[in-house]
């Protein structure tokens, strides 16, 4: 388990050796508080460092207090309140981080969550864009077989996985040092 406190100033990167789907390995970057906040962060893992076909490139988003009610928009409006405001949960009725009007994340939705949903609101001149990834999806769709023929890499020995993992390491260092330089 990563540790339970963190430096609150400084992303951390964790490795989970055989964590994955299919005992595949997994990273976890956490980011500091608003590091990425009403705007959206390309994380792009190199395919030269670790031996993939092509860069594979990753999207999050963050609108601050948005409860994900329009597939057109990222806007924060009076619907978002009215959800927040409309759907309370308390400590006897704890929810999931995952709990859409939970803009705060704390198992609760409370005055916090209405107020940050007030505090947020935005209009079509300063709402989060979405981004159109049509083009990106199709060429994925259209990748020969013959291009996936690294999964088949994925059994080797140990030694060739801490090979690897030292690679991945470099490339999640050099990710962060480029977002925090």
Same mark, same amino acid.
């Given at each position: 388990?990563?540790?339970?406190?963190?430096?609150?100033?400084?992303?951390?990167?964790?490795?989970?050796?055989?964590?994955?789907?299919?005992?595949?390995?997994?990273?976890?970057?956490?980011?500091?508080?608003?590091?990425?906040r009403?705007?959206?962060?390309?994380?792009?893992?190199?395919?030269?460092?670790?031996?993939?076909?092509?860069?594979?490139?990753?999207?999050?988003?963050?609108? #601050?207090?948005?409860?994900?009610?329009?597939?057109?928009?990222?806007?924060? %409006?009076?619907?978002?309140?009215?959800?927040?405001?409309?759907?309370?949960?308390?400590?006897? $009725?704890?929810?999931? #981080?995952?709990?859409?009007?939970?803009?705060?994340?704390?198992?609760?939705?409370?005055? %916090?969550? #209405?107020?940050?949903?007030?505090?947020?609101?935005?209009s079509?001149?300063?709402?989060?864009?979405?981004?159109?990834? %049509?083009?990106?999806?199709?060429?994925?769709q259209?990748?020969?077989?013959?291009?996936?023929?690294?999964?088949?890499?994925?059994?080797?020995?140990?030694?060739?996985?801490?090979?690897?993992?030292?690679? %991945?390491?470099?490339? #999640? $260092?050099?990710?962060?040092?480029?977002?925090?330089?």
């Amino acid at each position: 388990m990563p540790p339970a406190a963190r430096d609150a100033a400084q992303p951390s990167v964790t490795f989970w050796e055989d964590a994955g789907v299919l005992g595949s390995d997994r990273v976890t970057i956490v980011l500091p508080d608003e590091a990425v906040r009403n705007t959206w962060l390309q994380v792009t893992v190199k395919a030269a460092n670790l031996g993939l076909p092509a860069d594979d490139v990753f999207y999050f988003g963050n609108a #601050v207090a948005e409860a994900g009610n329009s597939a057109s928009d990222a806007a924060v %409006t009076t619907a978002d309140l009215l959800l927040a405001r409309n759907n309370p949960r308390s400590l006897l $009725d704890e929810i999931d #981080v995952t709990f859409p009007y939970d803009f705060n994340r704390d198992k609760h939705v409370d005055a %916090t969550d #209405v107020l940050l949903a007030r505090n947020n609101q935005t209009s079509f001149l300063n709402a989060l864009n979405l981004i159109d990834l %049509t083009d990106a999806a199709e060429e994925a769709q259209q990748t020969p077989l013959a291009e996936l023929a690294w999964l088949t890499d994925l059994d080797q020995p140990a030694s060739q996985r801490s090979v690897q993992k030292d690679a %991945t390491a470099d490339a #999640v $260092d050099l990710l962060l040092a480029t977002l925090w330089s």
